[in-house]
């Protein structure tokens, strides 16, 4: 559950009417002006965006730019208008769409207009930045060392207790991974599976009805936890937050028993997951790691795969150490496959964990590491932990293929013989 660096931004003084209006600006460009009418806030809904503008000749083109931070990309809309000398129109960016769009909750969007009459003139407002903010509640926020906790129910020395056990968790699992958090990290608090539901991205009726989520890191910096005082959630989740910083890089994530293993291991105590492992080792039916790399599969399976990546890890870190540990995750931020890493560190791939693991606890070696009986596991968030929000790792084996590195290579390789072409022409324009 992962993912650019971002200063958390907040929004103070919100009514029930949800209006964050910016204040309207004109901007004009040989005689065409496009004024920012501002911005409202539709919390889950998403976000409306105004703008009028008027020109001596038809208005033929109006877009709005915006920047989805802290992890998403520049995108743009163009909304419905009339054509004319003068038009007001609104473009609304929708809140709760996947997998096209979804908003968290304190999501920073940058934004400007762009207009386009029909002689050719341009006019664009200044940049803006405004916070999609949870505004069905009024949020109290406690803050210290790098840590924001925002809530609206409980106690403020419920807050607190949070904020120290927030502290500590990121404190050791940055320890853990060689890590260092270098931005602000929000956690934001809501009392009840209703009140969280319409912050969290939208599911299918079936796995809504079934799940209950206890937390989410729902971006790079923010994470929401279900209850005043989930310490075990709240350090799972900001565990999801280190390892984002430690183990995702340009060409890959992840694998997903690597990522939720040690989450589950920041908790301290593996709670109702490590029963489920207990009874999956005694009938010798535990899943291969191979098949838990990624995010998919069968519901009914949620609490073995937790349990058996917390085992995983635990037992990397207890037999072989942290500094290891810690390098491996370097590895697969610098490029390597998950085997390939594994192999750097370890001296084994995941088929040879597979079977080290299993000797661990008593199991004999699997027979044919090539064909699994199991399938993929996801990490759908139990009620009484986990996480969501990780995106699924590469299917050979949980980093980046040898395809993707290739294109790349050709990619780059092809950049480079274009510029030295244009070099060659430029020298022989310029030469006397």
């Not at 009514?15 to 004109?26: H, I, K, T």
């Not at 409306?48 to 038809?58: G, M, Q």
């Not at 607190?160 to 940055?174: C, F, K, R, T, Y």
């Amino acid at each position: 559950m992962r993912q650019l660096l971002w200063l958390a931004l907040l929004v103070a003084g919100t009514a029930c009417g949800v209006a964050l209006a910016l204040s309207p600006r004109p901007l004009s460009a040989q005689g065409l002006s496009v004024t920012d009418e501002g911005a409202e806030n539709h919390f889950p809904d998403g976000m409306e965006f105004r703008v009028s503008a008027a020109s001596d000749d038809a208005i033929e083109e109006v877009r709005l730019r915006y920047t989805v931070l802290p992890d998403g990309t520049t995108a743009s809309g163009v909304p419905d208008f009339q054509t004319g000398s003068s038009i007001s129109t609104v473009f609304t960016l929708s809140g709760n769409e996947p997998p096209r769009i979804y908003l968290p909750p304190g999501t920073r969007i940058d934004y400007h207009w762009e207009v386009e009459d029909a002689a050719g003139n341009t006019a664009t407002t200044p940049e803006k930045s405004i916070v999609y903010e949870d505004v069905r509640f009024d949020w109290t926020t406690l803050e210290a060392d790098g840590v924001i906790i925002h809530y609206y129910s409980g106690s403020e020395d419920d807050a607190q207790a949070m904020l120290d056990e927030a502290q500590v968790a990121i404190a050791q699992m940055s320890g853990l991974l060689a890590a260092t958090v270098e931005f602000p990290v929000n956690v934001r608090i809501y009392a009840s599976t209703d009140d969280m539901r319409p912050a969290l991205q939208r599911r299918s009726e079936s796995y809504e009805s079934q799940i209950i989520t206890a937390g989410v890191r729902v971006s790079s910096d923010t994470v929401l936890v279900l209850g005043n005082v989930s310490f075990s959630t709240l350090r799972h989740e900001l565990a999801h937050v280190v390892t984002a910083i430690a183990g995702e890089g340009p060409f890959g994530d992840l694998p997903a028993w690597l990522d939720e293993g040690a989450a589950v291991y920041a908790q301290g105590d593996p709670e109702g997951f490590g029963g489920a492992l207990e009874r999956a080792i005694d009938r010798g039916n535990v899943l291969s790691v191979r098949s838990i790399t990624s995010y998919q599969g069968d519901p009914d399976k949620v609490d073995l795969f937790y349990g058996q990546s917390w085992s995983l890890v635990s037992f990397l870190v207890d037999t072989y150490g942290e500094e290891k540990f810690a390098r491996l995750f370097a590895e697969i931020k610098g490029g390597k496959t998950t085997d390939a890493a594994l192999e750097a560190v370890y001296g084994f791939d995941q088929d040879g964990l597979d079977n080290e693991w299993r000797a661990s606890v008593g199991l004999p070696p699997r027979e044919d590491t090539a064909q699994d009986d199991e399938e993929a596991v996801p990490t759908f968030p139990p009620s009484d932990g986990g996480s969501d929000g990780a995106p699924a790792a590469a299917e050979d084996g949980g980093g980046t293929s040898a395809g993707v590195i290739i294109g790349l290579a050709l990619a780059v390789l092809a950049v480079a013989a274009a510029i030295a072409l244009a070099t060659v022409v430029l020298a022989r324009r310029l030469r006397p």
